[in-house]
């Protein structure tokens, strides 16, 4: 089973660049999600989708934007990088709904670097 | 926003039952407490998900007590393998919270 992948795994950009990370899950969950680690803190949620087409903002979603037209596809879109988004990028999903819909899968994560 | 506290570090033996304590004062009434396991340069996996009460399964046991402003993650006889960062994050999904917040985490670190 594939499960959810990422890509790229590496990046390295420029500052001001548009970057792009994708993010692909094969179980049609219904919920995706994107967050950032920093060096020796916990997440935080970037943003969030509920379903195709629906998509609300996290804890820390300045500078980013999402989209999901299909199910399986959540890519998150850094539209002018800065140096403090340099992080370690995560996407999950979930196929609970309600209450209990926390990110249950994770992807195994996007290095990125803004010089 | 449901603001999570853990011990920064445990350490511990293998075979040795580990328990690792959140506090999540501000829980709402609708969140669920949900913990990961995290290996360097690996996503966090989850470990298992609780509402009240006690719930249990293959790896874990997840304590939560009537108030739910605490919650204890217990992974029985722990081995080298277990050594990573464990986190408990709270919220849920239908309640608007948009904001699900993992902790700073804990490093549990297993010795032989």
């Known amino acids: 089973d594939a499960g959810i992948t990422q890509s790229p795994r590496y990046k390295i950009t420029e500052t001001g660049r548009q970057v792009t990370l994708m993010c692909h899950q094969t179980?049609?969950?219904?919920?995706m999600f994107w967050y950032r680690q920093d060096l020796g803190h916990g997440l935080r949620l970037i943003y969030y989708?509920?379903?195709?087409?629906?998509?609300d903002k996290g804890e820390v979603p300045d500078g980013y934007v999402v989209s999901r037209s299909k199910t399986e596809n959540f890519p998150l879109t850094l539209e002018s990088a800065t140096r403090s988004q340099t992080s370690v990028y995560f996407c999950?999903?979930?196929?609970?709904?309600?209450?209990?819909?926390?990110?249950?899968?994770f992807g195994p994560g996007t290095r990125l670097t803004v010089t | 926003l449901a603001k999570t506290t853990q011990p920064i570090s445990m350490d511990s033996y293998e075979g040795q039952e580990v328990n690792i304590t959140c506090s999540h004062n501000n829980i709402a009434t609708n969140d669920y407490i949900t913990w990961y396991q995290q290996f360097p340069s690996q996503g966090p996996r989850f470990i298992i998900q609780g509402y009240k009460t006690k719930v249990t399964n293959e790896v874990a046991s997840l304590f939560i007590p009537a108030d739910r402003k605490s919650s204890t993650l217990s992974l029985p006889r722990v081995s080298l393998s277990d050594t990573a960062v464990y986190y408990c994050l709270v919220g849920g999904m239908d309640t608007g919270r948009r904001a699900l917040t993992f902790g700073s985490g804990t490093r549990l670190q297993v010795q032989p």
């Open positions: 179980w049609s969950h219904s919920y």
């Open positions: 999950a999903s979930s196929e609970s709904r309600g209450a209990g819909a926390q990110s249950r899968y």
């Open positions: 989708s509920a379903a195709a087409d629906i998509t």
